[in-house]
Structure formats: structure tokens, C-alpha cells
């Protein structure tokens, strides 16, 4: 079993920033990677960063220059730092977590999903 705990989301102002965290837990072996989706009504679902046990990253165009993710390999978490925020950056966010657990199992779980809102 494994879970995923989602915080950070809210309401901030153009140009602010939020800083997302999602900690994975349970029977996690390896968490060999770590994302975030978005999803907006009326958009598709886009997948914004993701992170390996490594500490490669990949952004969405649509974020790089703005959005970093960084990784807690001890505490299996990841925080999106989001900066200089639009309002097309609203949408509910979304963290995966792809894990090995200790018994060998590769798991792709997802968060519930955190509001984020981009708004004056």
C-alpha cells in the first residue's frame, strides 16, 4: 500500500509563488520518481515536472524558468516550488509517485489533487 499526501495548493496573486509538497508513503522500497500533473477545465492534462531518484527533471515548456522541483529522498517527498505564477497557472494539481515496494512491486500512485489559483 502506498499513499500520497498533497499540500501547498491555494489562492495567490499573479506574479506570487506556492511551494507544493507531496510525501509518499507506505511499503516503499525505492521511489524511483515523482511528478505533477495539472488539470485545468476544458484543458487537457498536462504533466508540469518530474523528478527521478536521481535528481533529473523535466518541465513542461509551458513552466520552465518558473516552476523547480526538488526532491526529499528520505522522506520520499517532492516540492514544486512555483514562482512568478499566471493565471493560467490555475488548475488542480496532481502528484504521482512511481515506487518500488519491498516486495518488488512497481506501483504508479496518485494524489488527490491540490487546488492551486492564480488570481487578483
Known amino acids: 500500500q502506498v499513499q500520497l499526501v498533497e499540500s501547498g495548493g491555494g489562492l495567490v496573486q499573479p506574479g506570487g509563488s506556492l511551494r507544493l509538497s507531496c510525501a509518499a508513503s507506505?511499503?516503499?522500497?525505492?521511489?524511483?520518481?515523482m511528478g505533477w500533473y495539472r488539470h485545468a477545465p476544458g484543458k487537457q492534462r498536462e504533466l508540469v515536472a518530474r523528478?527521478?531518484?536521481?535528481?533529473?527533471?523535466n518541465y513542461a515548456d509551458s513552466v520552465k524558468g518558473r516552476f523547480t522541483i526538488s526532491r526529499d529522498n528520505a522522506k520520499n517527498t517532492v516540492y514544486p516550488q512555483m514562482n512568478s505564477l499566471k493565471p493560467e497557472d490555475t488548475a488542480v494539481y496532481y502528484c504521482?509517485?512511481?515506487?518500488?515496494?519491498?516486495?518488488?512491486?512497481?506501483?504508479?500512485?496518485w494524489g488527490q489533487g491540490t487546488l492551486v489559483t492564480v488570481s487578483s
Open positions: 523528478i527521478t531518484i536521481g535528481g533529473s527533471t
Open positions: 504521482i509517485a512511481f515506487v518500488k515496494t519491498y516486495s518488488m512491486k512497481a506501483v504508479e500512485e
Open positions: 507506505g511499503s516503499i522500497f525505492t521511489t524511483n520518481a
